[in-house]
């Protein structure tokens, strides 16, 4: 997984095309509006990305097929030191790349978590008290 740094965020422009819900919160990170990261499996034409901003909302978009990356999200996910209090996680891709998405029994780190993702906000809350 690959950090972009700010000038490169217009690269996963073309993953946010044609989704059924608006992710606003990217746009803003991606024009600089709001803090966040944006983490991509290549950084010249990427075809998955994490887009992370300073308030706990995380946009995964773009094809499931990268298993390297998405263990790498995986990873970042698990690991407390990444989040505040709570992170909510949307998962969207394109249409016709969906299906992507869907766990084939593969064995996978993320598979609990992006078993049938199309359009579905996944909150996760942790207490850290």
Request: one cysteine or more; glycine letters at 4%; a negative charge.
């Amino acid at each position: 997984m690959i950090e972009l740094s700010q000038v490169e965020y217009d690269n996963v422009l073309p993953l946010l095309n044609n989704q059924v819900y608006e992710p606003v919160f990217a746009y803003s990170i991606i024009d600089h509006n709001q803090s966040g990261k944006v983490f991509v499996d290549q950084i010249e034409n990427p075809a998955c990305s994490l887009i992370i901003n300073s308030y706990g909302q995380y946009l995964l978009a773009g094809s499931g097929e990268n298993e390297r990356f998405l263990n790498d999200v995986a990873e970042y996910l698990l690991n407390e030191k990444n989040h505040s209090n709570y992170y909510d996680l949307y998962a969207y891709s394109r249409a016709d790349i969906s299906n992507e998405w869907k766990v084939s029994g593969k064995d996978s780190n993320i598979a609990p978590i992006f078993f049938c993702i199309r359009s579905i906000q996944i909150s996760i809350s942790k207490n850290y008290s």
